[in-house]
């Protein structure tokens, strides 16, 4: 006799794993060019001045200055870089 029941297979157990993705560097941040600000799947973050957008939606700086969020054209979530005078 088993003391205790067949286990069986179950077909929860696994997970992946986090993505990493959301906003990296907060508006007032200072930032030089080439860091990263969001990672993002799709746009929901649109680039403004002195923002580009990777081929996998990441938004990056190429400019010196400080992160602004902001809205555009349309509702439309704008990240922008603003040049800082020094």
């Known amino acids: 006799m088993a ?5 069986g297979s ?6 992946s794993i986090g993505r990493r993705l959301g ?3 907060f508006a007032g941040q ?8 969001i990672r993002q799947r799709g746009t929901k973050y649109h680039p403004g001045k002195l923002v ?3 081929k996998d939606d990441t938004l990056f ?3 010196v200055g400080v992160i602004k969020f902001h809205y555009g054209q349309g509702g439309k979530k704008l ?8």
Do not use: F, M, Q, W
Request: aromatic residues 2%; charged residues 20%; without cysteine.
């Open 79 to 86: 990240v922008s870089v603003v040049p800082v005078n020094s």
């Open 61 to 63: 700086a190429v400019g």
């Open 10 to 15: 179950t077909s929860n157990g696994r997970d």
């Open 23 to 25: 906003v990296k560097l």
């Open 3 to 7: 003391t205790s029941k067949a286990g």
């Open 30 to 37: 200072y930032v030089t060019g080439g860091e990263i600000i």
């Open 52 to 54: 580009k957008r990777g």
